[in-house]
């Protein structure tokens, strides 16, 4: 096997490209900000809603009652 000069600089590079993020200068990408939750009544009116679209789409079968 024969000893690849380049292939060898390619390597240390992309080591120190990765490896090197972790060091105490590094650059900081900040967090991303929070997201702002749904108030709990709207969730519930979404429920809701998707709820009776369902039963809309898809009925329940009706029950029947045998007597005796």
Do not use: C, K, N, Q
Not at 21 to 45: G, H, K, L
Request: aromatic content about 6%; charged content about 25%; overall charge positive.
């Amino acid at each position: 096997m024969t000893f690849d000069p380049i292939a060898a600089d390619l390597a240390v590079r992309a080591a120190r490209a990765t490896a090197g993020s972790a060091r105490p200068d590094a650059p900081v990408v900040p967090d991303r900000p929070a997201r702002t939750r749904p108030t709990r009544a709207a969730r519930s009116r979404v429920a809701a809603r998707l709820h009776g679209f369902a039963r809309w789409v898809e009925p329940a079968p009706r029950r029947t009652y045998l007597h005796g």
